[in-house]
């Protein structure tokens, strides 16, 4: 199904796109200056503009007030192996999906929160016809509403900020977030995941000139993270902890993990720290930029969900089980691959487990 639908939209990465006669066209190079990154920022703030926005009224599923999606609550107090804190799979409907069934004609689709800037994993492509948006989580979004709704592109996207995710869900803003959010203990606090869907680490990304060697050298360096994500988190903590000397400033912080890739192009930051695999597709991005050093975390990617509904999260699980056998590595070879390597034994989930009873 993937490569049916990839066919027809002839879909291709950045660095150049094949259409229906197979012939391959050169995009302008400067996808690694200052000047294209702006460019594309600008493209992308054109299309935030064009899609429906993610807080407009009456535009979101069913809502249950908005003062949930304020501040966070705490962690858990005994989590552990927040991965497998979800539910066991099943393709029964339920209250959660009987509501996205009902919705009625351009309405009948799935909502769900995605990024339109990461490289290979939520952005838009703008040789493509309409410049639609692709890469690895698109892929599992189509997949999951052709089996809910019988339809793969029965889906309406709304670009989500890195620190809007559960705000988004909590809200009702959207039934759901696919945009490279890793599951954790907190997070457990305030949505439901559905099982990994991709495993990861943060690691360091700076300028290939630069003395930075990984994350043990980032004393006296600006650190660039987004606000809201798991890297924020690590180093605020690892600072509190002294693994991460108090030399390094972390202040730094934007909107979209994207901007981090900005700042650090004009020189307003030293360094970034990101999921190691966004942080690969920032590098292909700009060729002057390279990871350094090994991930010092794993982490691992699920789809998020209202804390109560627990049909669809039971149904993506199962979705899960299938696109892991069916769909993953064709993705992962499509979008991934030439940025973290042929053999995606490193990027792949762990065998599920389903600890969460209710």
């Not at 999921?275 to 920032?282: C, I, M, W």
Request: proline share 6%; net charge positive.
């Amino acid at each position: 199904m993937i490569t049916e639908r990839r066919t027809r939209r002839g879909r291709a990465g950045l660095g150049g796109v094949t259409g229906r006669t197979g012939l391959r066209r050169r995009l302008p190079r400067g996808w690694g200056g200052v000047g294209a990154m702006a460019l594309a920022c600008a493209l992308a703030l054109a299309f935030v503009l064009l899609l429906p926005r993610a807080g407009a009224h009456g535009e979101g599923p069913e809502r249950d007030g908005g003062a949930a999606g304020q501040g966070s609550t705490a962690a858990h107090e005994h989590c552990t192996a927040p991965e497998q804190q979800t539910l066991a799979p099943s393709g029964a409907d339920g209250p959660t999906i009987s509501r996205i069934k009902a919705r009625q004609g351009e309405k009948r689709k799935l909502i769900v929160g995605v990024d339109q800037n990461s490289y290979r994993w939520g952005y838009r492509n703008p040789n493509n016809a309409g410049a639609q948006l692709e890469g690895f989580d698109i892929d599992l979004v189509h997949r999951i509403a052709q089996d809910i709704l019988g339809d793969p592109d029965a889906v309406q996207f709304k670009a989500i900020p890195t620190d809007q995710r559960v705000p988004a869900i909590q809200q009702g803003r959207v039934d759901m977030v696919v945009r490279t959010m890793t599951i954790t203990c907190n997070r457990l606090g305030e949505v439901a995941f559905s099982a990994p869907y991709f495993r990861t680490g943060q690691q360091v990304l700076a300028p290939r000139s630069s003395p930075i060697t990984g994350y043990a050298s980032l004393a006296h360096q600006k650190v660039c993270t987004a606000a809201g994500s798991t890297a924020n988190t690590q180093l605020t903590e690892d600072r509190r902890t002294g693994r991460l000397p108090a030399s390094a400033d972390i202040s730094l912080t934007v909107p979209n993990q994207l901007d981090c890739l900005v700042r650090l192009q004009l020189g307003e930051a030293d360094a970034v720290v990101t999921d190691g695999a966004l942080a690969a597709s920032q590098a292909a991005q700009d060729p002057t930029v390279t990871l350094k050093g090994a991930p010092f975390t794993t982490e691992y990617y699920g789809v998020a969900m209202k804390k109560d509904a627990d049909d669809l999260v039971r149904r993506v699980n199962q979705i899960l089980v299938e696109y892991r056998a069916n769909g993953w590595q064709a993705s992962y070879d499509t979008w991934l691959s030439a940025t973290l390597g042929k053999d995606a034994t490193a990027s792949r989930p762990p065998v599920p487990r389903y600890l969460r009873t209710g």
